[in-house]
Structure formats: C-alpha cells, structure tokens
C-alpha cells in the first residue's frame, strides 16, 4: 500500500537565504574536511531551532510542556486536513482562519478525524523567497494565521494533535501576543509546523503527514523534513 502511495515534500530547502523569523540567525554551513583533502565531506551547519520549515514543540511557549525529543513518535505520522483559504486571503496579511470557515470545510468534506492534524493554506507559500512580501516590513510582522475561535475548536472539539501553515506562525503576523500558541494549543501540548510548502498538491482529507523532525534533547523546535503521502 506505502509503495503505491504519491509523496509530496513540504519542506522549503534550509539554507542561508531562507526567510527567518526577525532577528534569529540564519542557518550557517562551515566545511571543516573535503574529499579532495580528507577523503570524505563533511560540515559544521549552526542553526536557529526554528528556522526554515519546523517544528515547534509544546514547550516553545509553556514551560514545563514536552520538548522535541518527548514527542511520541504516533503523533508525527498522522492524518492530515488541508483548509485552503488561499483564495479569500488573495494578498490580504491579516487574514485568520474564522470557525464559519472550517464548519464550511466540513459541511463540504466531512468532519475531521479525531487525533489529525490540520494544515492551513493560505497561500503565502508563493511568497517565501521574498522576505518583505513574506514576512512585511521590518518592525511590522503581516502575514496570515489561525484564528483563535477556529483553533479552539480544532483541539476542544476535534481533537487534532497539531496545526500547520505556509507562513512564518501559527499566529498571524499582527497577534504580537501569540494567543493560539500561548493560550490555546501549546497548553493542550499540541505541535505546530510552519513555513511549509506545496499544500497546494495536497486534498483537503485522506492524506497522511510524516513529520522528519529532529529529537533534540531539551529543544524547543527544529528544522524538519515533512513528507505527505497521497493514497
């Protein structure tokens, strides 16, 4: 069944151009042997735990909550929702996904499972390799996110284990205070992935998500590999 089963990658590339977050380091790559000179390549790469596309573990908001390494490896390969707003959004950086619009998805599609996760595309992906259209101007975050009443009722009353969205946050841009991650999901030790890419290739249920993230002892995110498989 896995054989025949479609993968789509939604990992932007991690380099040293990807867009980050204002103000953390982007990822630096220091070769230290060659083949030429060792036998064998090899580097030194540094990066901020959440750069590129990544995972932030429930702990990035709450302390005491788990780190990247005590997620259970179950709630990484799970089914997955795709809400595509991207049309409504258009160019619009302070759109939120409303609870009308995820009743509508479901009136359309059926409900979503117990225990999925829930990706949001908004459209943004297009943007990513322009940090100002992606991102906005310097001391002014815009970009879209999750809204607060149509994520309290993805954890309270759809059980989902984690949201995910082709931006730089869960939140949008202009919610300074975080109110999804900081009051709503991180609490319920939910994870979240950002800045994915390619949930245009993807329909709306019966997809699967497997999330390559890495368990760093104490982390409180990670760089990850996000693979979903089409039936």
């Not at 990807?18 to 790559?29: L, Q």
């Not at 619009?101 to 117990?114: H, K, M, R, S, Y």
Request: hydrophobic share 45%; aromatic share 8%; with cysteine.
């Amino acid at each position: 069944m896995l054989g025949s089963a479609k993968v789509v990658d939604l990992t932007i590339p991690l380099g040293a151009d990807v867009v980050m977050w204002p103000g953390a380091p982007a990822p630096e790559a220091e070769t230290l042997v060659t083949v030429a000179h060792d036998g064998f390549f090899a580097r030194r790469v540094t990066f901020f735990e959440h750069s590129g596309t990544h995972f932030d573990a429930p702990c990035h908001f709450i302390d005491g909550q788990s780190t990247v390494d005590q997620i259970p490896a179950q709630s990484l390969v799970r089914p997955i929702a795709v809400i595509d707003i991207s049309e409504r959004v258009g160019n619009d950086a302070d759109a939120v996904l409303t609870l009308d619009e995820v009743l509508a998805f479901e009136a359309t599609n059926g409900e979503i499972p117990q225990g999925a996760a829930v990706f949001l595309r908004t459209g943004w992906e297009e943007k990513n390799s322009d940090v100002v259209a992606y991102s906005g101007q310097p001391g002014d975050l815009r970009f879209p996110g999750f809204g607060v009443e149509a994520a309290q009722f993805l954890v309270e009353s759809r059980g989902v284990v984690g949201l995910g969205i082709d931006t730089l946050g869960i939140d949008s841009g202009e919610a300074s205070h975080f109110p999804v991650h900081s009051q709503i999901t991180h609490p319920k030790g939910l994870w979240h992935l950002e800045n994915l890419q390619n949930l245009k290739a993807l329909p709306p249920l019966g997809a699967w998500v497997v999330v390559g993230v890495l368990p760093l002892v104490g982390g409180s995110g990670s760089p990850a590999r996000v693979l979903a498989l089409l039936p």
